[in-house]
Nanobody, 122 residues
């Protein structure tokens, strides 16, 4: 009964910015942690950031600290990922997902969006 839909991806030059959105519908009470993951072709999915939707606590992977910001709009039931100073290595399919625990391990996330592509060129 939970549906997550990502949007906001696209192509950008290195140093540019994008804001990804994840709109959630359905019952999400059990998914108190919303995470952003990314996956490059042939590689395993890796965690980017998560946020505790009940209190705003956040976590960032070392690779994106200082450049990415995760946030939420409870009224719109939406989680965002503001990506600044983008690098070519940020190129990936980005997914949002919901979990009951504070983790960046994808196996503990129950609900997943369809993904949105981010391509950064230099």
């Amino acid at each position: 009964q939970v549906q997550l839909v990502e949007s906001g991806g696209g192509s950008v030059q290195a140093g540019g910015s994008l804001r990804l959105s994840c709109a959630a519908s359905g019952y999400t009470y059990s998914n108190r942690y919303m995470g952003w993951f990314r996956q490059r072709p042939g590689k395993e999915r890796e965690g980017v950031a998560y946020i505790y939707v009940g209190g705003g606590r956040t976590y960032y992977a070392d690779s994106v600290k200082g450049r990415f910001t995760i946030s939420q709009d409870n009224a719109k039931n939406t989680v965002y990922l503001q990506m600044n100073s983008l690098k070519p290595e940020d190129t990936a399919m980005y997914y949002c997902a919901g979990s009951t625990s504070p983790t960046m391990r994808p196996e503990f996330y129950t609900y997943w969006g369809q993904g949105t592509q981010v391509t950064v060129s230099s």
